[in-house]
């Protein structure tokens, strides 16, 4: 009912830049929070930064000043800026949405995934 589709990762050397998109589409009535997650090998994954519906923002320790999330609500999308990138930041990147979903028989609020993109910081 709804998908999420990530793009924009890549290889980057270390303090470059990359910015990742992750478009929502489907039988979306609102989207609330839009997260960005990212899971490193053999390593949990990890919240890195988070967007409310009213643009407050929150960041891992470990990004802020680097890493910047945004969203454009018209276009159901959030983006993360990410800058002066390390090797340590190496990770698969996961988009998360809060979405309200409607239908022709309900209405109810879901939490979904994006597939992933890779993004990898390497000289």
């Known amino acids: 009912q709804v998908q999420l589709v990530e793009s924009g990762g ?7 830049s990359l910015r990742l998109s ?10 609330n929070a ?10 949990q994954r990890e919240l890195v930064a988070a967007i409310t519906s009213d643009d407050s923002t929150d960041y891992a320790d470990s ?3 680097r890493f910047t999330i945004s969203r454009d609500n018209a276009k159901k999308t959030v983006y993360l800026q990410m800058n002066s990138l390390k090797p340590e930041d190496t990770a698969v990147y996961y988009c998360n949405a809060d979405v309200v979903v409607v239908t ?3 209405k109810f609020r879901a939490d979904y ?3 992933g993109t890779q993004v990898t910081v390497s000289s």
């Open 22 to 31: 992750c478009a929502a589409s489907g039988n979306i009535f609102s989207i």
């Open 113 to 115: 995934w994006g597939q």
């Open 63 to 65: 990004v802020k000043g």
């Open 104 to 106: 022709t028989k309900s």
């Open 34 to 43: 839009m997260d960005w997650y990212r899971q490193a090998p053999g390593k």
């Open 10 to 16: 890549g290889l980057v050397q270390p303090g470059g």
